[in-house]
């Protein structure tokens, strides 16, 4: 039953290595990722390690100069030393030592993003061939940490000409260190209990023992990527290019398993943290052909994407029986549970630009686009049991009209018992854009912008059992009919005529249009106003609006009259409507919409309550500001600082209220002589969420949906503030005394978040008979806290001309508290709910690294 | 002569008519003018001719003509050498850029190829009279350049493709020149002839309350070298605000997040309008860079009847009273794991 997809991708890459030995390809900033590769080590692939030429920039001026905003050009790195080769020169770099951590190395904070590894390590390679007659260059770089964390590329090129670039890359991402897991057969589709555990017949305590007795491991998600591309020149005006990269995930993550409620029935249901695998790989093409002419710019692009999961599912054991809430009654033993993986799925994108220069300064640009994501993947059966689930009335387990909540697994475990055997999944997109920009004098620019989008869904997916004549699916893997009668998820008209259950797939079609007017006028010299108001209609489907318009009016001043001073501030207005809110439109995706569905005795009940705006689709109120200013004090010195805040007010009685943003930073730049940097930031900022909910009061079975009334009565509603506020800080310098460098950094962040709560009356809590707070009505979730120092110190030495030696250290301390995870250092087996993830911890690590950097 | 084409008044489709009709002949004047002016150690006389028989200009460089400059309507070029006289440390650092690789190739190739006067434009005013700002074109803040000349002028060679929609653009609105972040005078950066040395530190010139929420507990992996800014957004303007790559802020997500395309068989509404409704691009204090914590992240949109709207307290924790699997560790996705959307027939809750 295990699907285990065969990967046509590897079939695949041949002939896409071999397609791209002959299409011409490249990322760049307009298509595609895959812009940058580097390391922890070294963000910026080697050129924070440029030693800055004491000679400075130039003869004529001292100092640096200063971009256009203000900002400090940084100092230029002293001229590599050459070695000939014929006709070729060649210089590069080599680093190579070794690091050593120590402390809490194993952190899941210290090691998200970087697989430090004690030991040695290739700093860096960058070796650089150019042939001045005809500019041919060739350049390999590479630097590896660890078999998880490592870079390699290469490229072969004539500037102006062509371009062949080819990478490898690792990159690892840890996501729990301290994991600890009762299933064995972690990264595989197929988690088992170990023994003493037995599927549906082990007790808390025995589980417990084993998640204790369980060690502590690292769950990690690899990436590997491979990636070609090339771009050339055809002729002075056209250009092509094409890219393909292959990835592959693997590792495993906690994930979840359902297995019902457990907090309303003690030692019933199952919440289970399961350890989901991942293994899969993505294609990714793209390629396009672009004309730049004087009149003229064109630009054609094809990219598509294709993913690959070698699991259609994965299954895991409980270790858990259930038992029936109706006295007497025998609930039927369930050992199994699954989960799906992502479909495999493929997506194309054609892409056409049209530009023209017109008169008055002025060009005009089209865009069209047209794109397809699609699945067909085979689809797993409702259920993974033998033989039945449900419940036996009186202790029976036996199957037929006298158990009416018993279910034979034959009937819904295979994909016999779906309305289709594949999923057959589509959506179409298509947009068009077109925006135009005039600039009739010196002093004026217009501009305005008009784009339709859309997305079309094709197909849908009926819940139906053509071997049963149900409709609906199977609830939690059985477990929610096996605990309560009649709730296993199913509709039948003739014997379950009233049950209410998810039957239809949601297509989601939309619309966007999107208009926009603006100009900008240059008052003098130095200053220069802008306005643009913008507009946005959006056309949901089966969404609670059929249309929402956002009107928005952004002001902006860009200043420059004092020398010292570059000020660019704006100011945006914004409003958001629409038309009538349906605060349940998803009916038709229920049983209710099917022939032959009963209201249940006392009508049907409401599904949520009237009065919610689900934030996306309710009407808002915003103000948005933004000021950027480059302050330049001395010749040697910058400041640079921002502030920020956007405010948001959302017309919704249930569901979010307030989202406020702001920040302000400052950053100081101090170059007192070529060779010597020193900077300083500390920056701020805060966000502050306001929401409000209201509990329902009669227990699932309400048919009043406004707040107010008897079962959304307004002594259920309750308020929430969820506030976080962080500080930041920060230093670096680097130094040179003759030929040794001194470089350190520190970096600091301050965060904290509360969430604040208050309620209308008791019956809003989950538990009213154990409030607690601050205050009557009030009370806090204890903070959340992440505080991290992370400082750098290192000193470079020189040993011979070309030979140099790096010594250095990093110091990471972190504290960190997320509420979610208090007391899961004491037992991660809780009644019938299992963790697997202990949640972030607090490390102090350190590293130690020796690098000999070899001028090549 | 181009100069004058450029500024010129008459409307742009008339004089670029008549600046390809006479662009050979301003080729052929050109290069004869530099051959005039290049001291003897430059590539001259027989020599560029015998250079002319072996290589051809790359077809990037191969349209490189002297810059207008506005405000020196009557300066000429003098040549690279000319140049270099002043300013040899400058020259000294250029010469390892892929511009000065490119340029100096097609110089050698076809001598009417300027090298510094490419973006620097005619330099006769700047050497008779070098501390008058604008007699050369320059891309620093005391040039006395105009921004839109800086601008048109590295969009001489490199105006289309990624840069297409530069123009409107909000960082072409906010008076950006390419040299605000580019400085191809030396390598600063590994690659792209960045002002700083990585394109994230580029960047953050401007945009520093961005990069510091890269600092926060869950992030993208840009502090690590892991990606950048310019996977996500193209800085040379786009059609999909914020200065996106793709039509759509999923597309963007969907390039490093193809399993998360789908289309499921039981979709999640806000998952495909936008990412965003539930996750902050750049870094969030919250696990894997939720707008905010769980519970109270989806309870912003669920209160329908039964378990999704309880209010819950610190009680609810494994440390509390009642310990509840709608707050602890994962909260709500314990059960509703598959919350981007399932394949599951048995997953429109999305517990499979």
């Known amino acids: 039953m295990h699907a285990q997809r065969r990967s046509t991708l590897l079939c695949r890459l041949p002939l896409a290595l071999a397609l791209a030995a002959i299409l011409p390809a490249h990322a760049d900033s307009g298509i595609g990722v895959d812009t940058w590769r580097a390391n922890k080590l070294d963000p910026t692939a080697g050129a924070q390690q440029y030693t800055p030429d004491a000679r400075g920039t130039s003869w004529l001026i001292a100092g640096q100069r200063r971009s256009p905003t203000g900002n400090p050009y940084m100092c230029p790195a002293e001229p590599p030393a050459l070695d000939e080769f014929g006709s070729w020169i060649g210089y590069g770099v080599l680093q190579v030592g070794a690091i050593a951590t120590s402390g809490d190395d194993r952190n899941a904070l210290w090691m998200r993003y970087a697989d430090w590894d004690s030991g040695p390590i290739l700093g860096l390679l960058d070796y650089t061939w150019q042939r001045p007659s005809d500019g041919t260059y060739a350049n390999v770089r590479a630097s590896r940490i660890s078999a998880d964390d490592q870079y390699y590329q290469a490229v072969f090129g004539r500037a102006g000409a062509y371009k062949i670039q080819a990478f490898l890359r690792d990159q690892p991402n840890v996501v729990s260190a301290n994991a600890r897991s009762i299933w064995n057969g972690i990264g595989s589709d197929r988690l088992t209990l170990p023994a003493p555990l037995v599927p549906a017949g082990s007790s808390v305590a025995d589980v417990a023992a084993v998640s204790a007795a369980a060690g502590e491991r690292t769950l990690s998600v690899k990436r590997s990527k491979q990636g070609l591309g090339f771009n050339m020149f055809l002729s002075p005006r056209w250009t092509a290019y094409a890219n393909l990269s292959d990835e592959q995930r693997k590792g495993a993550r906690p994930y979840g398993g359902a297995f019902f409620f457990n907090f309303p029935f003690p030692a019933n249901g199952g919440a289970l943290e399961t350890v989901k695998p991942i293994d899969d790989h993505t294609l990714n093409l793209n390629g396009g052909l672009r004309y730049a002419g004087s009149i003229w710019r064109m630009d054609f692009s094809y990219s598509g994407s294709f993913y690959r999961d070698r699991y259609t599912r994965y299954t895991f054991q409980m270790p858990y029986a259930l038992w029936a809430v109706v006295p007497g009654s025998a609930a039927a033993p369930l050992t199994t549970g699954q989960m799906a993986m992502e479909p495999d799925n493929d997506y194309h994108n054609l892409k056409a630009t049209l530009t023209r220069t017109l008169p008055l300064n002025g060009e005009i640009s089209l865009t069209a686009s047209a794109g397809r994501m699609s699945q067909d993947d085979t689809l797993i059966a409702p259920i993974d049991c033998t033989g039945v689930f449900g419940i036996g009335l009186g202790g029976n387990l036996n199957p037929g009209p006298a158990n009416p909540f018993l279910y034979r697994c034959s009937d819904w475990n295979t994909p016999a018992a779906l309305s289709r055997r594949s999923a057959d999944m589509r959506i179409d997109t298509s947009l068009l854009d077109a925006r135009i920009s005039l600039q009739p004098s010196s002093d004026i620019s217009l501009r305005g912008g008009l784009r339709f989008n859309r997305d079309d869904y094709r197909n849908g997916y009926l819940a139906y059992n053509p071997l049963t004549g149900d409709y609906g699916y199977i609830a939690e893997n059985g477990s929610q009919g096996s605990i309560v009668p009649g709730e296993v998820g199913l509709f039948n008209p003739i014997t379950a005529p009233s049950n209410i259950t998810r039957v239809r797939s949601l297509p989601l079609d939309l619309q966007t249009i999107d208009a926009n007017l603006g100009a900008d006028w240059k008052l003098d010299t130095k200053n220069t106003l802008g306005a643009t108001f913008a507009f946005n209609r959006y056309e949901p489907t089966h969404r609670e609006r059929r249309r929402i318009d956002d009107n928005s009016l952004k002001l902006t001043w860009i200043n420059r009259s004092l020398d010292w001073l570059t000020l660019r501030a704006n100011y945006t207005w914004k409003k958001s409507n629409g038309d009538r809110y349906e605060f349940d439109p998803y009916e038709f995706t229920y049983s209710i919409d099917l022939p032959g569905y009963v209201p249940p005795a006392g009508g049907t009940p409401s599904h949520t309550v009237e009065a919610m705006r689900k934030y996306d689709m309710s009407s808002r109120d915003g103000h948005k500001i933004d000021v950027m200013a480059t302050i330049m004090p001395r010749e040697d010195m910058s400041l640079s600082a921002s502030l920020r805040g956007d405010w948001n007010s959302y017309d919704a009685p249930i569901g979010r209220q307030d989202y406020q943003t702001s920040s302000a930073t400052l950053q100081w730049d101090w170059q007192p002589r070529d060779g010597t940097n020193i900077s300083a930031y500390a920056a701020w900022d805060r966000s502050q969420l306001r929401l409000s909910n209201v509990q329902d009061q009669q227990n699932g079975a309400g048919v009043d949906p406004y707040l107010g009334g008897p079962n959304y009565a307004l002594s259920g509603q309750w308020w929430l503030r969820d506030k976080q506020r962080n500080f930041y800080g920060g230093a670096t310098l680097d130094h040179r005394i003759g030929r040794v460098r001194i470089d350190a950094s520190w970096n600091y962040t301050n965060a904290r978040g509360l969430d604040l709560y208050t309620y209308a009356g008791s019956s809003a809590l989950a538990y009213p008979a154990s409030v607690t707070g601050t205050g009557p009505g009030g009370g806090q979730f204890p903070a959340m806290t992440y505080r991290v120092n992370a400082l750098t110190i290192g000193v470079t030495l020189p040993l011979a001309e070309r030979l140099s030696l790096r010594v250095f250290d990093y110091y990471e301390r972190g504290r960190v508290s997320d509420w979610h995870y208090l007391g899961f250092d004491a037992a991660r087996v809780i009644d019938h709910r299992v963790y697997t993830d202990g949640g972030p911890i607090s490390y102090n690590a350190n590293l130690v690294g020796v690098l000999l950097n070899v001028q090549l | ?352």
Not at chain 2, 76 to 89: N, V
């Open chain 2, 1 to 352: 002569m181009t100069t004058a084409l450029r500024s010129s008044l008459l409307p742009l489709l008339t004089a670029v008519s008549l600046w390809l009709a006479s662009a050979s002949a301003q080729a052929q004047q050109s290069r004869d003018a530099l051959a005039r002016t290049l001291p003897s150690s430059t590539l001259t006389g027989e020599e560029v001719q015998a250079s002319r028989t072996r290589l051809l200009a790359a077809p990037g460089f191969a349209r490189a003509r002297v810059a207008g400059n506005p405000q020196a309507p009557d300066a000429h070029a003098i040549g690279e050498g000319s140049c270099i006289a002043c300013h040899q440390l400058e020259a000294d650092h250029f010469t390892h850029t892929l511009h000065a690789l490119g340029l100096h190739a097609a110089n050698k190739a076809d001598a009417s190829i300027p090298v510094c006067e490419t973006c620097h434009g005619p330099g006769s005013a700047h050497a008779q009279s070098p501390q008058t700002p604008g007699l050369i074109i320059g891309f620093t803040k005391a040039s006395g350049t105009p921004v839109e000349v800086q601008t048109r002028t590295c969009l001489a060679c490199h105006k289309g493709g990624p840069r297409d929609h530069w123009s409107g653009s909000v960082h072409q609105r906010n008076d950006l020149s390419c040299s605000d972040c580019h400085n191809p005078m030396a390598n600063f950066s590994a690659e792209g002839l960045l002002a700083k040395a990585s394109i994230n530190d580029t960047c953050a010139q401007c945009h520093k309350d961005i990069r510091i929420q890269f600092n926060r507990r869950s992030h993208m992996p840009l502090p690590e070298g892991q990606m950048s800014c310019v996977d996500c957004h193209n800085p040379h303007g786009s059609i999909t605000s914020p200065l996106l790559k793709t039509n759509t802020v999923n597309e963007t997500c969907y390039q490093c997040h193809a399993e998360k395309r789908g289309p499921f068989l039981f979709e999640h509404a806000p998952v495909r309008e936008s990412c965003l409704n539930c996750h902050t691009p750049h870094g969030s204090n919250q696990n894997t860079l939720l707008v905010a914590p769980i519970p109270f992240l989806c309870q912003q949109c669920h209160t329908g009847q039964r378990h999704p709207n309880d209010l819950h307290t610190a009680q609810s924790l494994a440390t509390g009273a009642h310990p509840d699997e709608r707050v602890m560790g994962r909260g709500c996705l314990t059960c509703h794991a598959n919350i981007h959307g399932s394949n599951a027939p048995s997953g429109p809750r999305f517990h499979e």
